[in-house]
């Protein structure tokens, strides 16, 4: 009887070593060719190249990273074209881009999930309880669920660095200087320009106290919370926003490229450039934020500034997909996944979840970067660079897209006028549906 009973716990022990090696092969990225999840590879392959090559003879940006994933399974890595139109250097699956707004889920409301997660973040307390100075401001009873659902009435941004500025183009007191000193410090990424050393508190939090709201409440996409946020995540978890960050969630998930001021990890020809600035820094910003205000937030900001390849974002949106576990470990509970995820306030026409966008509540193939046939249950997020991710978790489907359309001038609007990434999304939609 006793060797009988060693026997089963031998054989129940090695049961469940494949069940928990078959559960972390479950909730990790792997590499699949696209048969293997039942998609026609010729049709994948022949479809996405020819819509790529539509954009890259069309200019609507030097080179891209596509990244497709099904069950955990990512069955699509490529990346097409230049770092720029000299067609000098091939875009590599490891050179990094600037996510821009992606930022805003990636970052800022990464790091909220996880206080709510703790109770230490409340999604119906005031903008007030949360930001003292805001008290008897026009803000000061804006709901943080409102403020994230971007249904509050904040306006949709400020232009912090003209806002600096005289009519005559020089900058006022206490703003931005051509010269270092004591008073300015800081010198702006990208720029021969510094920042005075209380630029944050004393000007740009002043502006968004001072700014109106909207007359109406309704969808408005605004950033401007997300310039607060960080300074709330410090103050509640008692640890620097970016620490915060690489700790819970880019270091364990194995993110190594995901994270902000990337030139302290990685050499100029491994980053894509974004835009040749015209108006304010007067350069190539490469390897520095292409957002203003994340730039006068010194390149460390809730609204944008991180920079990844397209793999390892994926890593944290599968983690997301997987209900907030990857490689066994346990990052976030479901349900608050489902919370944030889902859509706010449908019966207003705002199709927003909690930080995260999600389908149009009505489709319009103009106004999307999404396939029509992506779930209600879907969400992601869009940045002004020309990125995209977004997550199915109906159809276990991650799609991220890296461009830096806005190379060498923002103008350009090609991505949008050829529908480039629904056009993508909706032909890997069109596969999945023929298995």
Avoid at 165 to 186: E, V
Avoid at 192 to 215: A, C, G, N, T, V
Avoid at 236 to 248: A, I, K, M, R, T
Avoid at 295 to 306: P, Q, T, Y
Wanted: aromatic share 14%; glycine share 6%.
């Amino acid at each position: 009887m006793r060797l009988n009973g060693l026997l089963f716990l031998f054989f129940f022990h090695i049961a469940s070593c494949g069940l928990l090696a078959q559960q972390a092969k479950i909730d990790t990225l792997t590499f699949v060719s696209p048969s293997q999840v039942n998609i026609d590879s010729a049709m994948l392959y022949s479809g996405v190249d020819s819509i790529i090559t539509e954009a890259l003879d069309s200019g609507a940006f030097p080179g891209c990273q596509i990244l497709l994933a099904k069950d955990g399974q990512i069955f699509y890595y490529k990346s097409f074209g230049y770092h720029t139109y000299d067609s000098l250097q091939t875009v590599r699956n490891s050179d990094l881009y600037d996510l821009a707004s992606i930022t805003k889920i990636t970052a800022t409301t990464l790091a909220l999930m996880k206080l709510y997660d703790e109770g230490l973040f409340d999604l119906d307390q005031t903008l007030d309880y949360y930001f003292p100075f805001l008290a008897k401001s026009n803000k000061s009873d804006l709901s943080i669920r409102k403020v994230l659902a971007h249904q509050s009435r904040l306006k949709n941004w400020i232009p912090y660095y003209s806002e600096s500025q005289r009519r005559n183009g020089k900058y006022k007191r206490k703003t931005i200087s051509a010269d270092s000193s004591a008073r300015f410090p800081n010198r702006i990424p990208g720029s021969d320009l510094f920042l005075h050393k209380d630029f944050k508190e004393d000007k740009i939090y002043k502006m968004i106290k001072k700014s109106d709201l909207y007359e109406e409440e309704g969808y408005v996409y605004s950033g401007l919370a997300f310039y607060l946020f960080p300074e709330l995540i410090v103050r509640l978890s008692e640890v620097p926003f970016e620490q915060y960050l690489e700790d819970n969630f880019y270091e364990p998930l194995g993110a190594n490229s995901l994270g902000f001021d990337p030139l302290k990890k990685y050499d100029l020809n491994q980053i894509v450039p974004s835009e040749v600035d015209t108006f304010f820094r007067m350069n190539k910003l490469h390897g520095v934020v292409h957002d203003e205000g994340a730039a006068v937030m010194l390149g460390i900001s809730g609204n944008a500034g991180l920079f990844s390849n397209a793999e390892d974002l994926a890593k944290v949106h599968q983690m997301l997909l997987n209900g907030g576990t990857y490689k066994g470990n346990q990052y976030l509970n479901p349900e608050t996944i489902n919370e944030f995820t889902r859509c706010q306030y449908c019966d207003k026409n705002n199709r927003r979840g909690l930080g995260f966008d999600k389908p149009l509540v009505e489709y319009d193939s103009i106004k999307t970067s999404v396939a029509k046939l992506a779930s209600p249950n879907s969400y992601g997020h869009s940045g002004y660079t020309g990125t995209l991710v977004w997550a199915d978790p109906d159809n276990q489907l991650l799609f991220i897209f890296l461009a830096n359309r806005v190379y060498p001038s923002r103008t350009n609007r090609k991505i949008y006028q050829l529908n480039i990434r629904p056009r993508i999304h909706d032909l890997v939609y069109g596969l999945i549906e023929k298995q």
